[in-house]
């Protein structure tokens, strides 16, 4: 005992007799603030204070991380029901870690896009191979073509096809032309105008093509001529908006959770849920998925196969019944019932928001 209280006077030592976060006034007993949480200290700042701060900061987060996957893969259901009963702090935040999924399972699924693109398959193997053992047309071959053709009185301007291309002038309407119509018809119509126009001219700059153009210097027509010039590097690179699509889905799917769950509301409306519950249920459900991913993927990069993202699916579909099940605890009919109207449901509103997400995020680029 006597050991210990030097120790504790100089712990008692930076003890202040106010919160330094709230201003709350403290007893020097007192270890935390009572109003804020924070550690009552006037002590400085020190590298070992930080240190220590971040590591227990991220062992505690760690060690909730490990209990919030092993029940939400194992125990379907039950991480949503018992975080709606209160029992919050032994698991991750699932908005959080709805993220950090997401963002690893894209990421991953980024590269591995990547890494078929780089990779020749089996059947473009064979293909090559083919090619190479194929021998070249022997030269009275091509002769007896020729004479067939010299036969039925052929040549090769009759059998030439019409190559005569559309230049940008085909396309090109006036600024009093574009004032009569409509926004929508104008708007097909100048962005016709406007992506031949660069594709031909090659001129990347609003202001220049506007100019030889003679349309209106507008932010809408610099705006819209962005975007034609855009269509066209995405045309010769449609890798390069496939990238930039992938890297905003996890937070696309994270606005569009909530319009789900208005529907999931609506369908257990006279059950006692209120909208909340079911949008972490909803959240808990999602980051399982793509923990379901993540695992598929990684076995798919590692035995070179193609089938992870599929016994993903099977293996989730059983998970999602399950789960919906033991949250709602309802009857099996039922659930099988609500299971499929809700899977109809996500795949409509899925299809929606892809569409609606494709369009803002080409507007945005």
């Not at 950090?100 to 980024?110: G, H, K, T």
């Not at 230049?167 to 574009?178: A, C, L, N, P, R």
Request: aromatic share 16%; charged share 20%.
């Amino acid at each position: 005992m006597k050991r210990s209280l030097p120790g504790r006077q100089s712990v008692l030592k930076y003890r202040g007799e106010k919160c330094q976060n709230c201003h709350i006034p403290l007893e020097k007993s007192d270890q935390f603030c009572p109003n804020c949480g924070q550690i009552n200290s006037t002590k400085k700042l020190t590298f070992d204070d930080f240190f220590k701060e971040f590591f227990s900061g991220l062992l505690a987060y760690d060690s909730r991380f490990q209990r919030t996957l092993r029940v939400m893969l194992f125990k379907p259901g039950k991480i949503s029901r018992d975080y709606i009963d209160g029992k919050r702090m032994r698991y991750a935040n699932p908005f959080r870690f709805y993220l950090s999924a997401s963002i690893i399972f894209f990421l991953l699924f980024n590269y591995s896009i990547h890494s078929e693109n780089d990779m020749i398959g089996p059947r473009d193997r064979d293909m090559v191979e083919l090619a190479e053992k194929t021998p070249p047309i022997p030269p009275e071959a091509l002769d007896s073509v020729n004479a067939a053709l010299a036969k039925e009185n052929l040549s090769l301007d009759k059998l030439k096809l019409d190559t005569v291309q559309k230049t940008y002038k085909d396309y090109y309407i006036s600024q009093e032309t574009v004032d009569t119509m409509s926004n929508l018809s104008a708007l097909f119509k100048k962005f016709n105008l406007y992506y031949e126009f660069q594709d031909e001219t090659g001129i990347a700059t609003p202001d220049r093509a506007l100019d030889s153009l003679k349309h209106n210097q507008t932010n809408y027509n610099h705006w819209l001529y962005k975007k034609a010039v855009d269509a066209n590097v995405f045309k010769n690179n449609p890798g390069l908006f496939i990238d930039y699509f992938i890297s905003k889905l996890p937070f696309i799917i994270f606005f569009y959770l909530p319009v789900f769950a208005l529907f999931i509301w609506l369908l257990y409306m006279r059950r006692n849920f209120n909208y909340m519950e079911h949008l972490i249920f909803a959240f808990h459900v999602q980051t399982t998925l793509f923990v379901f991913y993540i695992v598929g993927l990684t076995f798919d990069l590692i035995a070179s196969l193609n089938v992870g993202i599929t016994m993903a699916n099977i293996v989730f579909a059983v998970y999602l019944y399950k789960s919906m099940r033991n949250f709602y605890r309802q009857r099996r009919v039922k659930t099988i019932l609500k299971f499929i109207i809700l899977n109809l449901i996500f795949f409509t509103l899925a299809t929606i928001a892809v569409f609606i997400s494709l369009l803002a995020s080409f507007s945005i680029y």
